[in-house]
């Protein structure tokens, strides 16, 4: 996911970020769990970034085929969480 990608998109009012690392085997029902509630309660625009922190399992992969518009899913090569959360925040445009 670039920026530029974002930019093109509309204006975001939410935007929550998961940073994620090795969590191939949860992360598609947590995600669908918050865009349900995303759906459910809120009026505006709202986002879901999920950071992916250098995983070495399939984390990434796994969000790509959830094919969710609302869904992004960005790598952070290198850090820690901290790292994944300040990259999450960079892009994020809620």
Known sequence: MTKAYHKAM????YSLIIPA???A???E???HALAAACRTTLSQPWEIIVVDNH???HT???VQQMQDPNVVVIEEPEGGKGRAWKTGT???RG
């Open 10 to 13: 509309t204006p975001m009012k």
């Open 21 to 23: 690392y090795n969590e």
């Open 25 to 27: 085997p949860y992360i």
């Open 29 to 31: 029902r947590t995600v």
């Open 55 to 57: 995983s070495t399992d």
């Open 60 to 62: 990434k992969e796994v």
């Open 90 to 92: 960079r892009v994020a």
